[in-house]
């Protein structure tokens, strides 16, 4: 399906989507993602038969799964791919040859200029432009959701990392066949996607904002499938600074970062934890670092609110079924699952089931650098990732 068109930091996987919705829905329900990311369970619900609703801060993740959740006529997206193609002559080393180079509304930002070099530099603002006047908005998000797939790729960012890291040694492929290479097989998976869903009825709702303000009716849901953002585990503002920025969702990254729910620099409120687990935590962190003993303190008062909402969300007998791995920070334990499992219990909550499964090294390696991102041994990690992870279920 179009699960590929677009990479994302900790993907939650389809199957595993599919599986709880088949599970615990019926044809027709309403089934919402609060951290929707990539879109992967408004999409599983949507070949399910069912009615979906998904939200994120993130704007590049709004984006993403507004065109991964949007079947379109094959038809339709061929002609205005044509049209694409044909404004984007390159000669044979696959640099642009446009007469709009120069002349086009220049992108102005120091990031970008930190990020690109030449020709790809420039070739970014002729693309943009070209996009944004394909007068079929579908058409247009597919293509900015390709887009902004790219940029890492075509930027010195180095590619192995999970933090902005510059590779001073990459070999950075031209942007526009870069860009052709990902639109044709993001077509080929939109027909797949549009033959599946070809003459059925389906309701998708892709909101951008908070999770702790669901933009649904109060004992409306009946079942919630989610993935939330970890303790300081990605600073998702960071890692989609490229799509933020030259999509122009943002110019000031430190504010964007400050509405994330995980971020260290997400701002405090004055929650009680009622998560005992969840104090000791973040008293042992404050004892290590005081500045992760406060993102550890603000990220569980955030969670508890949306845990909360979740609740007054949910219909009575519905569920909420969340997917989180155990880590550490600092080489501070953080039980994740344990502390979800005992805020929800406090906030009446009932657990009905708590599975735990492995996940195979080759998809998440278990530890990364603290300066560069990259994949290392624990001696070095700040922060461990997780071999594990459990699927919580709530009960309302």
């Known amino acids: 399906m179009t699960h590929g068109y677009h990479k994302y930091p900790a993907k939650f996987i389809p199957p595993l989507a599919a599986r709880l919705i088949e599970k615990y829905t019926q044809p027709d329900a309403l089934v919402v993602d609060p951290f929707m990311g990539s879109g992967t369970t408004l999409v599983e619900a949507m070949l399910y038969g069912r009615r979906t609703v998904g939200v994120d801060i993130n704007p590049i993740a709004w984006l993403i799964t507004k065109a991964k959740t949007t079947p379109i006529n094959p038809e339709t997206l061929r002609l205005g791919l044509t049209n694409l193609y044909d404004a984007l002559p390159v000669n044979s080393e696959g640099q642009l040859i446009s007469p709009l180079l120069g002349k086009v509304p220049k992108l102005e930002h120091e990031r970008i200029d930190y990020w690109f070099i030449e020709p790809n530099r420039s070739e970014l603002e002729v693309v943009l432009f070209l996009i944004k006047q394909e007068p079929n908005q579908s058409v247009r998000y597919f293509m900015l959701c390709g887009f902004s797939n790219i940029l890492k790729n075509c930027s010195r960012w180095l590619m192995r990392s999970s933090k902005p890291t510059v590779d001073k040694n990459k070999k950075i492929p031209p942007l526009v066949p870069t860009l052709k290479r990902q639109l044709k097989y993001m077509e080929k998976r939109n027909a797949l996607f549009w033959g599946k869903m070809k003459g059925k009825a389906y309701s998708v709702v892709v909101h951008r904002g908070d999770a702790r303000e669901l933009p649904v009716l109060k004992n409306s849901i009946d079942l919630i499938v989610t993935s939330p953002p970890y303790v300081t585990s990605y600073e998702y503002a960071d890692l989609h600074q490229l799509g933020n920025i030259i999509l122009g969702f943002t110019t000031d990254l430190r504010?964007?970062?400050?509405?994330?729910?995980?971020?260290?620099?997400?701002?405090?409120?004055?929650?009680?934890?009622?998560?005992?687990?969840?104090?000791?935590?973040?008293?042992?962190?404050?004892?290590?670092?005081?500045?992760?003993?406060?993102?550890?303190?603000?990220?569980?008062?955030?969670?508890q609110q949306c845990l909360q909402e979740m609740k007054n969300k949910l219909r009575p007998g519905g569920r909420t079924c969340i997917v989180i791995g155990n880590t550490a920070l600092k080489k501070v334990p953080i039980p994740n699952a344990e502390i979800f499992v005992e805020t929800g219990l406090a906030q009446?909550?009932?657990?009905?089931?708590?599975?735990?499964?492995?996940?195979?090294?080759?998809?998440?390696?278990?530890?990364?650098?603290?300066?560069?991102?990259?994949?290392?041994?624990?001696?070095?990690?700040?922060?461990?990732?997780?071999?594990?992870?459990?699927?919580?279920?709530?009960?309302?």
Request: glycine share 6%.
């Open 255 to 303: 504010e964007l970062r400050k509405s994330f729910i995980g971020s260290i620099q997400a701002e405090e409120n004055q929650a009680d934890l009622l998560s005992p687990l969840a104090q000791e935590t973040v008293q042992a962190l404050e004892t290590v670092d005081k500045s992760e003993g406060r993102g550890a303190l603000t990220y569980f008062q955030s969670m």
């Open 348 to 396: 009446g909550l009932q657990l009905e089931e708590l599975i735990k499964r492995e996940i195979p090294s080759k998809i998440l390696p278990q530890t990364r650098d603290p300066k560069t991102g990259r994949f290392t041994s624990a001696a070095k990690a700040k922060a461990l990732a997780y071999p594990e992870e459990y699927i919580i279920v709530l009960k309302k």
